[in-house]
């Protein structure tokens, strides 16, 4: 341990894991009810494995949801990758918990957001803090009462 005691990297730690959970679970049971996850993340970050055609397309940032056609969930102790439908095609993506900058359930209106890990700028927003909810699909008229994680908040 050094001279101080980074929290706020130990909280994003600790909120990753929530997600590693959820998707081991996911992996061995399937996704629970109507759940399904919105998970975004950082495409050029070391690790991230996906075809060159989607890292073209999408320089910066990939989100990608898990729901109905999602195949071969293998989550690991540092990565997860999933093969996924893009444009008709099956592609393979690898990618690391670091690379994650947000997931949401819409299901449960939980979400979250991540910074870019150690020495990496984050998007602007607070670690840890909830983010919006996209639009429901059509037919669902769900509110987002997203949970707020707020370390600075003075009480």
């Known amino acids: 341990m050094g001279e101080t005691i980074d929290y706020q ?7 990753r894991g929530l ?23 950082r495409t050029q970050h070391p690790g991230v494995a996906m075809p060159a055609v989607l890292r073209d397309l999408h320089p910066e940032e990939l989100n990608i949801v898990l729901q109905h056609q999602f195949w071969d969930l293998d989550v690991g ?3 997860f990758a999933v093969t996924l439908r ?3 095609l099956r592609q ?5 918990y ?6 949401l359930d819409p299901v449960a209106s939980f979400g979250l957001r991540f910074d870019g890990g150690p020495g990496q700028e984050g998007d602007g927003a607070e670690p840890g803090a909830a983010v919006e909810a996209p639009s429901p699909p059509a037919g669902e008229a769900r509110g987002a009462d997203v949970v ?8």
């Open 19 to 41: 997600v590693v959970r959820l998707l081991e679970e996911v992996a061995a049971e399937g996704l629970p009810g109507d759940h399904y996850f919105y998970l975004s993340f």
């Open 92 to 96: 393979r993506l690898t990618i690391p």
């Open 148 to 155: 707020r994680f707020d370390p600075k908040r003075k009480k």
């Open 9 to 15: 990297q130990r909280v994003q730690d600790a909120l």
């Open 86 to 88: 893009f444009n008709g």
């Open 98 to 103: 670091a690379a994650l900058t947000a997931f």
């Open 77 to 79: 102790e540092e990565a």
